[in-house]
């Protein structure tokens, strides 16, 4: 990293990413170049999850090529009397795969739609039974995580 001043530690990457309220998803097309998607993303240790549906660019990456990224903007502040973003960045690199099975896509569903939606868990049962068939649930296990901030300047 050039800015070493900015650098966190791995803990405080993982943070971030707890923080985002969705990350982009890096993958590898067929040609080499790179591919991004927006994806909703929830944690748990050094696993990340979250859910697309079964076909698509991403998903072609994926099962390919199972090198990934997220890249993750916690907070972020526009100071309007400088130039510069305050901001909160994290980048975990990893491997995906694909979840199987029913019980295990459910109990990481389950743990995306509380962080993301905890005051709708009630209709979660439901929702589920009608969009298990046709929705995929990945895992990134995290292989490295890096932070980076540009802070807010104090007054002295």
Not at 14 to 39: E, F, H, I, M, Q
Not at 96 to 106: C, I, Y
Not at 126 to 146: K, N, Y
Request: proline share 5%.
């Amino acid at each position: 990293m050039r800015r070493k001043d900015r650098e966190q530690p791995y803990e405080w990457a993982l943070k971030c990413a707890d923080r985002s309220v969705w990350a982009t998803l890096c993958t590898v097309n067929a040609d080499g170049s790179p591919y991004g998607t927006p994806v909703s993303i929830v944690r748990e240790g050094e696993r990340v999850y979250f859910h697309c549906a079964p076909e698509g660019q991403k998903v072609d990456n994926m099962r390919r090529d199972d090198r990934v990224a997220l890249v993750c903007v916690g907070q972020a502040r526009e100071p309007a009397d400088r130039f510069t973003v305050e901001y909160e960045s994290a980048v975990l690199r990893g491997r995906a795969r694909e979840l199987s099975g029913a019980a295990e896509k459910v109990r990481c569903l389950r743990l995306l739609c509380l962080r993301h939606t905890p005051a709708n868990m009630a209709a979660f049962d439901a929702e589920i039974a009608a969009l298990l068939p046709r929705t995929a649930v990945w895992e990134v296990t995290i292989t490295e995580a890096t932070g980076k901030r540009n802070a807010p300047k104090t007054a002295a």
